[in-house]
């Protein structure tokens, strides 16, 4: 509509195109060295767009309304809001540190492998960006179905049993919200479009949000798009997918995985979820989140007895997400705050994990906890790097985490004490965790497997670096992605009924 | 210099670059540099530090936000500062006992590598850094970054010799006994806040003082900072990490566990005073559990052999006095026994370090013996140390000792019985540090030949802090010599806008029989382990209850049979039955049932046409009765 192209656009068709091409090169080095910078032009777009927030002054830049099926009442509707910015920063930037620290890893078919991952990347922010039901369905689809593919072709030895399995899980969660968004859809009312012509229903979000919906309906409809993100994310007890695939995939799909796509469950709660249906939310909210702190002290209890690193930190990722799920459903100022700092800082912190976890499992062929020890002599620079991701893991002050636990606490507390009690044993319970592993791979003497492990690469300290940058950055001056997501956080709070 | 106040920020961000340099630059820097850094920086902060003492004396005070930190309509919460009596006091303590400790390490860990030793300096740095920033935040969420921030300090040092597991295990027990405590202080924050939004002292201290808070909000509140402040300064349930941090380096105890860190939880109730004050249930319960440490701490010290343990123990031990004080509403006496203490343990875990330096690492006592002969000014300095804590007349230990004990004499109801059992502590307290000084420092030489000939002093940098920690062990109790002994007690003056004098007063003639008492006692005590120990031969295996003193009460073993052992194995439970064989088997299960039913539903399309027709008129017939009864 605009006479620009508009920013969601870019962060769309850039990787689109890219990843396409990507299918069509033969040369793998050309395909890797087209991923890198296709994601790297995508991380400009992103931060350039962070010059562009003011929504009434840059409304052109930042909006685009294509008519696409007008006659059911669907237009190509993308927005970036400041949730959805936030988000689109955190795909820019994490498929870049990506494509850079897990570059040594070779694939084969490479063109295949990076145009999936471009492909990914483009339906991640679709579903960041689409304000219209049918577009957020089709880009949720897009971004998983490239990772099927990734994580059965390229993953472990057990690829296709956990493929399988994820792809199960998550395409049941699909089907339950497709049934969702078109109950939601034939009970919203007439759309008007620019040009004159009426549609009798609308997928635009704004009819969802207008959607008359009994009590009851809702109350039955609100399992369905729960249940849907809740594999995504995922909370207990629709977990079980995740520790095998995140073991099995690729790292650096893994990354994607843990980094980038679990927020779709989070942000849908966000975007859809909780505007939609406001009344089933307060009614079942208690429910979810106790389900969610359950599954925090279960998680973590679980992550305590891992000796596969990969699965560890899966436990781990389980009961942080548990923890934003739980503060999304207690909608106060404190928790929502705190779990929109967190969808960032989390992504970033897992994905500096991983960096580690492949480093290592790449030179010594080992991702058992109790196959290694003494890595912090060869590689005193990777355990530095490691050991401050780890503190960040566990939110110690001054790192990113802390900032988003902190509220998210103070949060849940507000809104029963008890809550902050149960979820608060995890702060224990993570330290016990987090230090263990440390201690057993990183301190103690070396042995045979860990002999041969070298220090961290330039590629990878950059990486690690930027990570470690952003970990400071946000854990000591918090306020400035505060300031830029604090409305967001007052629009989702009002809608408390 | 018109306003030192306004260079505060400096205290803290001095050491701070330090850490950077000295970390950053860890493969570059020759020893000698880093140890000029690190102590430097260190110094520089005391420096400046005394002037702020001496402005903050003459009335001056300061409360500056610097950056917002979390700034939301729920919840105001600034990067603050709050430099007053209190904290100013602290700073010096942190400061000077730091600087000495940074002096002393440069020669205490030369036989470390240049890299190493860096990174040793780096950390110490990261720990003042740490320390300053709990005393001098603003609000109870800038305590907390310091309060975790020396919590990791201490990880990090106690692990610092990271190849031998003893130590990295005695690393994260430090690390998650803290953190139980601290989710304890979290939650009393998160208590604050829903109730205020705001966690900046003057707020909530004027809140308390407005009845903004309920008898239960406040008893609640301060009952889990409590909780934290028996994480951080080892009382009981959580003091076990203690003794097992003396796995760090022997200045990282005096330093952390010793003179610095242990005191945080002091100073954190000292600084909540207005909330502590307003629960009496808190209070009692402050009170009884700084006794029992007290008492169970002393108890376990008197059996061990370890020269640090011993020490360890003490401080614990020192601690629960401490805060038998503040239970009693006596603030300034516990502030005063963390200063005495400071010098008084810091000397001697230092001369324990320079016995080990000595000894070739040896920290068994039983191995030792006639130290004195050999190594005089440690001898000495130590001795000093001992009469000090002992509380002999005359030093600091008996000064801030005397009021704790004179305190809780004067508490109504059982105040006597508090007194009592205290008193006795400090026998024991008498008792354990003699026996430690004579079986270490006279007798016979037990250890091995190869070590007697290496039996030497110890290097001018860590004799001179020793020589001054002395100095101060015996001067240091001046400031607070009290109105009965014909002193003004300067310190209580000096903190009185923050902390009220001792609620109790006690007739004059009253104080003097209780100080001549313990003073009686205290030096039979000393004669006894004299009489005991001065020809110290080793002794027989313990039996009975000494048997029970020696292994700690078994409280590690009961911990670990009640808490850690169960925590496993419900955690393998989960993981392999309730999540394996559970869950993931209810959804694999589905899964099979999926695949068996469409294998039986494949078997209808075998393409005869009869079959198809068959199902589509079933089909049919089903719509129309749905149509029929719709």
Redesign the interface.
């Known amino acids: 509509m605009g006479s620009y192209i508009t920013f969601p656009e870019l962060l769309i068709w850039l990787p689109l195109l890219a990843g396409i091409s990507c299918f069509f090169m033969k040369k793998g080095e050309a395909a890797k060295t087209m991923a890198i910078l296709a994601s790297c032009i995508v991380l400009a777009v992103s931060v350039g767009s962070f010059f562009y927030t003011d929504a009434a002054q840059y409304a052109s830049y930042n909006t685009v309304n294509y008519y696409w099926l007008k006659h059911i009442g669907s237009s190509f509707f993308l927005g970036l809001d400041e949730t959805g910015r936030l988000l689109t920063f955190l795909t820019a930037l994490s498929f870049p540190i990506i494509f850079i620290s897990t570059q040594k890893n070779n694939y084969k078919n490479p063109g295949a492998f990076y145009g999936l991952m471009l492909l990914t990347m483009a339906g991640l922010m679709g579903v960041f960006v689409a304000i219209d039901a049918l577009v957020f369905y089709f880009f949720w689809e897009l971004a998983l179905i490239p990772v099927y593919f990734l994580c059965s072709r390229w993953g472990g030895e057990q690829r296709i049993q956990t493929t399988?399995?994820f792809f199960?899980?998550t395409f049941a969660g699909s089907l339950l919200m497709l049934v969702g968004i078109m109950y939601v859809y034939m009970h919203t009312p007439q759309r008007m479009f620019g040009d004159g012509s009426v549609s009798d229903h609308s997928f635009a979000l704004q009819s969802f949000m207008g959607a008359l919906l009994q009590p009851g309906e809702q109350q039955w409809l609100f399992w369905l798009f729960f249940i849907a993100f809740a594999i995504k994310m995922p909370v207990f007890?629709f977990h079980?997918?995740q520790p095998g695939t995140y073991d099995q995939a690729p790292t650096a799909v893994t990354m994607v995985l843990s980094g980038v796509m679990v927020k779709m469950g989070l942000f849908g709660v966000i975007r859809w979820l909780i505007p939609i249906l406001p009344a089933a939310t307060s009614m079942f909210a208690n429910l979810v989140i106790i389900l969610c702190i359950i599954g925090i002290i279960?998680a973590s209890?679980?992550a305590?007895?891992?000796d596969n690193l990969k699965k560890l930190v899966a436990y781990s990722s389980i009961a942080h997400i548990g923890l934003m799920c739980a503060s999304l459903f207690a909608l106060?100022?404190?928790s929502v705050?705190g779990a929109v700092i967190q969808l960032f800082s989390h992504g970033i912190n897992i994905i500096g994990m991983w960096i580690v976890i492949d480093l290592l499992e790449r030179q010594t062929g080992v991702k058992h906890i109790s196959q290694l020890g003494?890595v912090?002599?060869k590689a005193p620079v990777l355990t530095i790097f490691l050991v401050i991701i780890a503190?960040a893991n566990i939110a110690?002050?001054?790192t990113n985490a802390f900032?988003g636990e902190?509220?998210m606490?103070?949060g849940l507390?507000?809104a029963n004490?008890w809550y902050?009690?149960a979820a608060?044993?995890s702060?224990?319970l993570a330290?016990?965790y987090t230090?263990?592993m440390i201690?057993k791979v990183?301190?103690?003497?070396t042995n045979a497997v860990t002999a041969c492990v070298k220090d961290i690469s330039f590629a990878e300290k950059a990486s690690l670096g930027v990570i470690v940058v952003f970990i400071f950055l946000l854990g000591v001056?918090?306020?400035h992605i505060?300031e830029f997501t604090?409305e967001a956080?007052t629009a989702l709070i009002a809608l408390k009924k | 210099m018109s306003n030192i106040l306004e260079f505060v920020w400096l205290i803290p961000v001095l050491p701070l670059i330090g850490f950077l340099i000295n970390g950053l630059g860890r493969n570059n820097l020759s020893k000698g540099l880093s140890g000029i850094i690190g102590s430097g920086v260190v110094l520089a902060s005391f420096i400046i530090s005394v002037l702020v003492f001496v402005q903050v004396k003459s009335g001056g005070s300061l409360d500056n936000s610097y950056f917002d930190f979390i700034n939301i309509s729920s919840l105001q919460l600034g990067f603050e500062f709050k430099v007053d009596v209190l904290s100013s006091l602290f700073l010096l303590i942190i400061t000077g006992v730091g600087f000495l400790i940074h002096v002393y390490s440069t020669a205490y860990m030369h036989d470390e590598p240049a890299k190493d030793f860096a990174k040793y300096f780096s950390y110490l740095n990261l720990f003042v850094f740490s320390m300053l920033l709990l005393v001098m935040g603003g609000n109870f969420v800038i305590m907390f970054i310091g309060w975790e921030g020396v919590g990791l300090c201490s990880y990090l040092l106690i692990g610092y010799w990271y190849k031998k597991e003893e130590n990295t295990d005695a690393a994260n027990k430090a690390f998650v006994m803290n953190r139980i405590g601290d989710l304890g202080f979290l939650l009393a924050v998160f208590w604050i806040i829903a109730k205020i939004g705001s966690v900046n002292y003057d707020v909530v201290f004027s809140a308390a003082s407005l009845a903004k808070f309920s008898a239960t909000d406040i008893t609640g509140i301060t009952l889990l900072l409590f909780v934290g402040a028996t994480g951080k300064s080892a009382q009981i349930p959580l003091y076990t990490w203690l003794p097992d941090a003396m796995a760090g380096p022997t200045p990282v105890s005096a330093l952390i566990h010793a003179a610095t860190m242990v005191t945080a939880g002091i100073y954190m109730i000292a600084r909540s005073n207005a909330l502590f004050s307003l629960s009496e249930f808190t209070m009692t319960v402050i009170t009884i559990i700084g006794l029992a440490t007290a008492l169970l701490a002393a108890s376990i010290a008197i059996r061990q052999n370890d020269i640090k343990k011993v020490l360890a123990y003490s401080t614990v031990s020192q601690l629960g006095f401490m805060f038998l004080a503040l239970g009693t509403g006596n603030y300034v006496a516990a502030v005063f026994h963390v200063l005495t203490h400071a010098f008084f343990k810091a000397l001697m875990f230092l001369g324990s370090g320079s016995v080990i330096h000595a000894m070739g690492g040896e920290q068994d006592i039983r191995n030792m013996g006639g130290l004195h002969k050999h190594m005089k000014i440690t001898s000495v300095t130590f001795l000093i140390g001992c009469l000090a804590i002992s509380g002999i007349p005359g030093l600091s230990g008996f000064f801030s000792k005397d009021e704790i004990l004179a305190g809780a004499f004067g508490v109504h109801g059982y105040g006597k019985v508090i007194y009592a059992i205290a008193l006795f502590t400090a026998l024991l307290t008498a008792f354990y540090m003699f026996r430690l000084y004579f079986i270490t420092f006279t007798g016979k030489f037990r250890g091995t030949h190869e070590q007697e000939h290496h039996l030497h002093e110890s290097p001018a940098a860590m004799t001179i802090p020793l020589v001054i920690l002395a100095v101060l062990s015996i001067v240091g109790g001046y400031i607070g010599v009290p109105e009965a002994l014909g002193g003004n007690h300067a310190l209580a003056q000096y903190l009185s806008p923050v902390l009220k004098s001792a609620a109790h007063h006690l007739e004059h003639s009253t104080e003097y029989i209780l100080m001549a008492l313990s003073t009686i006692l205290v030096v039979a005590a000393i004669l006894f382990a004299w009489m005991k120990f001065k020809n110290y031969q080793g002794e027989g295996e313990a039996t009975g209850f000494g048997r029970l003193l020696q292994n700690k009460w078994y409280v590690d073993e009961i911990y670990t049979a009640v808490v850690t052992k169960p925590l496993a194995a419900l955690s393998g439970l989960l993981d392999r039955v309730v999540e394996k064989k559970g869950i993931d088997g209810f959804v694999n299960g589905v899964g099979r049932a999926v695949n068996y039913g469409s294998r039986q539903l494949r078997l209808v399309q075998n393409g005869q046409v009869g079959v198809y027709v068959l199902l589509m008129v079933i089909g049919m017939l089903v719509l129309f009765f749905i149509q029929l009864f719709a």
């Open positions: 399988f399995k199960v899980y007890p079980t997918w279960y209890c679980i305590m007895v891992q106060n100022e404190l705050q003494g912090a002599q503190l110690l002050p001054l900032v902190f509220l606490f103070s507390f507000k004490a902050a009690v608060g044993l702060i224990i330290a016990v230090l263990r201690q990183f301190y103690g003497e001056m918090p306020q505060i604090k956080v």
